[in-house]
């Protein structure tokens, strides 16, 4: 049985582990080209990014920030010839996924972002909706307290055996999170987003957002995507297409996305991004496989 290798991406930043802007340096990557050439590209300003001055706390701008740092990092690892045989990515990780499998360019992911955000922006602009996670029921518990409190919430994601993401409402999504805490949940925060993605609220920007994809042009990955909708792998042009539409607007379930890696013989995964969100979540998944540090290649 032969090893395989495979590339993860994060959807965003949750901490981060300040080694980032050196480890770029060290690699002779110029983190602030990056930045530039979505900003031309956008025709918005996306300064240099600092820890101390972190000018990138908004929703769209972390979104772009986490996308471009996840790129930066692929382009480490090709550089030094570590090639997976499948990539994946979690939530809006799939723009980077994208770029790694040489479908998109560097702009053309940044385009998506940006324009995904605009879309929904109407939505997100009220602050009635959000995200929130769990972390320590089962997940038959929490469709328990969502069908007692809240039924217009929804489980948008599955990490792993012991942590959940739901969407929604603000006002529904803080009621269950309480619940939750109440039954004994290791943790019940309320994510720092103002947009319910993967979620029902989500589908009335179906239309416009699948024109959006019908004008770029996008060509078949190199490197087999995993889908984090259904698990299936992605080449052509017509299943990239119809997993982007998927992913903005659909559940996903990260949990099986990892299992599905798995049984293709994946036993080595880097994260391909800032922070360690991904490596967290693994702690949770068993399975026969290392999640490696890039800071170690």
Request: aromatic fraction near 12%; charge should be neutral.
């Amino acid at each position: 049985m032969s090893q395989k290798t495979a590339f993860v991406f994060p959807a965003f930043i949750s901490e981060f582990t300040k080694k980032e802007l050196d480890f770029l340096s060290e690699n002779n990557i110029d983190f602030n080209n990056y930045l530039q050439r979505v900003s031309v590209a956008l025709e918005i300003d996306l300064p240099e990014f600092s820890y101390v001055s972190n000018n990138y706390n908004n929703e769209l701008k972390s979104q772009l920030l986490a996308y471009l740092f996840s790129c930066a990092f692929y382009d480490i690892l090709e550089k030094k010839g570590i090639e997976p045989q499948f990539v994946a990515g979690y939530s809006m990780g799939i723009y980077a996924s994208l770029y790694a499998s040489k479908s998109i360019s560097l702009e053309e992911g940044a385009k998506f972002i940006y324009t995904a955000y605009t879309i929904v922006s109407k939505l997100t602009e009220t602050k009635k909706f959000g995200m929130g996670a769990i972390i320590g029921l089962p997940i038959k518990d929490i469709k328990y307290l969502i069908e007692e409190n809240a039924p217009d919430t929804e489980i948008i994601n599955v990490n792993n055996e012991h942590s959940i993401v739901i969407a929604g409402k603000k006002k529904d999504i803080n009621l269950v999170l309480e619940r939750a805490k109440e039954e004994g949940a290791m943790s019940s925060i309320e994510l720092t987003v103002n947009t319910p993605y993967h979620s029902k609220y989500l589908l009335k920007y179906s239309e416009s957002f699948q024109k959006y994809i019908s004008t770029i042009q996008i060509c078949d990955a190199e490197i087999p995507i995993i889908s984090t909708y259904d698990q299936r792998e992605i080449v052509k042009v017509s299943e990239i297409k119809s997993e982007l539409l998927f992913n903005l607007t659909s559940k996903i379930n990260w949990y099986k996305t990892m299992q599905k890696l798995l049984t293709k013989d994946v036993s080595n995964i880097y994260e391909c991004g800032a922070g360690k969100d991904l490596k967290k979540i693994s702690r949770f998944i068993k399975g026969d496989y290392k999640m490696n540090s890039i800071y170690k290649i």
